[in-house]
């Protein structure tokens, strides 16, 4: 039966130009769907090593491969990756598993290129491993794809039919687990002003799903659990 569990790849320090520079710290969860057909991996966590990252957010990063050895799960046996979206601290660790098909929609492609977006060689897919996400798309059975554009243009989270009931990896469609609550968003989260009407629309459409449990990319604490 198909599971989701959370892996804690680290967390980096906020810079003060950061919006949530009052928290200080963000943690950086990322998702493993075992799902029969194989592993499917939610985000990969930033990559350290970049001289302006690691000025800037002083990463403390665990490599996905150790956090899904961890957590008793074999990297060979991931089937492929979804990046929510493509800022850097959700594919940085694109590489590590690098046999594996990742999902992305077009719409994320696109803006990753734009001036101070990503790192951009951090968010490069090979076309090889490239597979374009489309919105309500079953890429394997009981696991969706949802476009849920706010915080960034091409957002996805995965609705995933699991033991549990309808679960949802939100991403960071919503930053915390009380904003799922809340079924809102914060506007200095979003990719800009004009976004946040966008957001709370993916935010109302991810809470009518009626979810039993949802995960996030920035809080370990897991809404329904
Ligand atoms: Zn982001």
């Known amino acids: 039966m198909t599971a989701i569990r959370q892996l804690r790849l680290g967390r980096m320090s906020l810079p003060e130009s950061h919006p949530r520079a009052a928290e200080r710290i963000c943690e950086i969860c990322c998702y493993v769907i075992d799902h029969p057909d194989g592993l499917i991996v939610v985000d990969t966590g930033p990559r350290a090593g970049h001289p302006l990252i690691d000025k800037l957010y002083a990463p403390e990063v665990t490599p996905v491969t150790n956090a899904l050895a961890a957590s008793g799960f074999d990297e060979r046996n991931v089937a492929a990756v979804i990046n929510t979206h493509l800022h850097f601290d959700h594919c940085g660790q694109n590489h590590l598993l690098g046999h594996a098909p990742v999902w992305v929609t077009e719409a994320e492609l696109q803006v990753s290129t734009t001036e101070r977006y990503t790192v951009p060689e951090w968010a490069h897919i090979e076309p090889s491993r490239l597979r374009l996400a489309a919105d309500g ?35 960071q469609a919503c930053y915390s ?49």
């Open 177 to 225: 687990c009380a904003e799922f609550e809340a079924a809102t968003t914060v506007a200095s989260d979003m990719h800009g002003p004009s976004w946040h009407s966008v957001g709370l629309d993916s935010m109302a459409h991810l809470r009518s799903l009626n979810p039993t449990r949802a995960h996030f990319s920035h809080d370990a604490q897991e809404f329904g659990a």
């Open 137 to 171: 798309e079953l890429i394997a059975a009981g696991v969706q794809l949802l476009h849920t554009p706010g915080h960034s243009p091409g957002h996805l989270s995965v609705a995933v039919q699991t033991e549990w009931g309808l679960e949802i990896v939100v991403g």
